[in-house]
């Protein structure tokens, strides 16, 4: 048969995308519906496991940001204005400064308000101080306490021992017993008992920065109408320089020596009985010391 008589033959081959029931489409689609279910489970696990401080915090952070509805770069927190004396709308800042502001009193500019105002100060010092000066003494006071009673040699001796506040400061007193004598009879040097005293006394008085001063006292003599001897003046001037050695020998700076004196038998410890032994005696007082306060400049 001739080439051009033959027929034409057509083949059709129909092709299957995606491979029919074998192919891989739905497995992708599985994978993104699992991936959403644990999204999800994993989203309620979080809001199970939170507390609600975390839980607006969440919120909060996915919350859309506010949108200004200002139409013009002058819808910030200074509205157009400007902090300075220069730029648009300047009095609108300075309202605003001046509204925050704080108002004077109203007698803040009479002449006497600044004068109140110092001398409230200067006794609002004086008062601290006096409150503080008042506490160390405290302190100073159960420190000389507690070394009489934790120290075997003292604790027999603290029975001669008187320690107290006066308007003059913290006062240290030793004190004369019958039989128990801080001097030798009509002599100026504390004996070994007086020293030991002393020795203690001088721990606590180098504790703070506070000036002394030592007074003797002596006592009447029995029977005697007249409170002091002519001798003892000078007699209660020795004793209390001779404290005053013991006490600058066991460390005391002597610039810290304000007075040393004697009073003889003129303030008895025991005015009802000027003849007892306990009103001779060593006073030794760490004086209060007065603020130092500014000059006034207004004289």
Request: charged content about 20%.
């Amino acid at each position: 048969m001739p080439a051009s008589d033959r027929p034409i033959l057509i083949k059709k081959v129909k092709k299957v995308s995606g491979g029919g029931h074998h192919g891989g489409a739905w497995k992708v689609a599985y994978a993104d519906f699992v991936t959403a279910m644990m999204a999800f489970f994993l989203l309620m696990w979080l809001i199970n496991a939170t507390d609600p401080e975390q839980k607006r915090g969440i919120a909060e952070y996915f919350a859309p940001a506010n949108v200004s509805t200002a139409t013009s770069g002058s819808g910030g927190i200074l509205g157009g204005t400007a902090l300075g004396d220069d730029g648009s709308k300047s009095s609108g800042s300075m309202s605003v400064i001046e509204q925050l502001a704080l108002e004077a009193p109203a007698d803040a500019t009479s002449p006497g308000a600044s004068a109140n105002l110092s001398s409230a100060s200067d006794a609002a010092l004086q008062a601290e101080i006096e409150r503080r000066e008042a506490a160390q003494f405290a302190s100073a006071a159960e420190s000389l306490r507690q070394a009489m009673q934790s120290m075997p040699e003292l604790a027999e001796l603290s029975k001669q021992l008187i320690v107290d506040q006066t308007p003059e400061g913290l006062r240290i007193q030793l004190v004369d017993q019958e039989g128990r004598s801080m001097f030798d009879n009509n002599s100026g040097r504390p004996n070994a008992r007086a020293q030991v005293l002393l020795r203690a006394i001088a721990k606590v008085i180098n504790q703070l920065p506070n000036r002394i001063s030592i007074t003797g006292h002596t006592s009447a003599a029995a029977g005697s109408n007249r409170a002091s001897a002519p001798g003892d003046w000078t007699l209660s001037s020795e004793r209390a320089n001779g404290s005053r050695l013991v006490l600058q020998n066991a460390g005391v700076d002597p610039d810290r020596i304000y007075s040393v004196s004697g009073k003889a038998g003129s303030d008895p410890l025991y005015p009802d009985d000027p003849s007892l032994a306990g009103n001779r005696r060593i006073a030794i007082v760490l004086l209060r010391e007065a603020p130092v306060l500014p000059m006034d400049t207004s004289l």
